[in-house]
C-alpha cells in the first residue's frame, strides 16, 4: 500500500504546527510570569545573524502554505510578515491550520510525479518531482524553523522539552 502525498504531509504539518503553538503558549506564559518584556521573546535570535522568532515562524508557516498550495495546484492565501506579538504569531499559525485542513487529499494527487518550480527574490528553484519538492525541501525547511523556533524559546529559559516539540 502506498503512501499519498497528502498523508505524508498535511496531517503531520498540522500536529507540528499544533505543538508550535503551545511552545508559544509556554513563551508566553514563561515571559508573563518572571515580568520579562514579551518583545525580548518575539525579537529574540539564536546568534546575531540569525533571524528572530518572528521571522522563523513566518518562513515556518509560508513554506508550508505556499508549498502545499503548490502540490495541490491551488492559490495559497497571502500573509504579510507583519507579526509583532505572541497573539500575532498564534493567529498566523492557526490561519495556516484552518487552511490546511481545508485541502481536499484529492487535489494532491498526482502531485509526487510532477515538476515543481518557483523563485524567491531572485533564486529560481526546480524539483523534478513533487516528490522531491516535499522530502527534499518543504518538509527540511519547516522542521528547520520549527525547532530553530523552540531552541530560541529554550536558550532564553523557557522550559521547554522533547514532549513539547514531539506531542502527538
Not at 504579510?80 to 505572541?86: H, L
Not at 527534499?136 to 530560541?152: E, G, L
Amino acid at each position: 500500500m502506498s503512501v499519498s502525498m497528502y498523508e505524508m504531509s498535511v496531517p503531520m504539518f498540522i500536529t507540528m504546527l499544533e505543538n508550535l503553538s503551545s511552545i508559544l503558549r509556554k513563551g508566553e506564559r514563561f515571559a508573563e510570569k518572571r515580568k520579562i518584556d514579551k518583545d525580548i521573546f518575539i525579537n529574540a535570535r539564536l546568534i546575531a545573524d540569525m533571524r528572530p522568532l518572528t521571522s522563523q515562524i513566518q518562513i515556518g508557516t509560508d513554506m508550508i502554505r505556499l508549498g502545499v498550495g503548490r502540490l495541490a495546484n491551488i492559490k495559497a492565501p497571502s500573509y504579510k510578515d507583519n507579526e509583532k506579538t505572541f497573539s500575532d504569531l498564534q493567529r498566523r499559525i492557526s490561519k495556516t491550520i484552518t487552511f490546511l485542513k481545508k485541502i481536499n487529499p484529492k487535489k494532491m494527487e498526482g502531485s509526487e510525479n510532477i515538476e515543481i518550480k518557483f523563485s524567491i527574490r531572485s533564486h529560481e528553484f526546480k524539483f523534478k518531482s513533487g516528490k522531491d519538492y516535499l522530502t527534499k525541501w518543504m518538509i527540511p525547511h519547516f522542521f528547520f524553523h520549527v525547532t530553530t523556533a523552540y531552541n530560541i524559546l529554550r536558550s532564553n529559559g523557557v522550559n521547554l522539552g522533547k514532549r513539547d516539540y514531539i506531542k502527538f
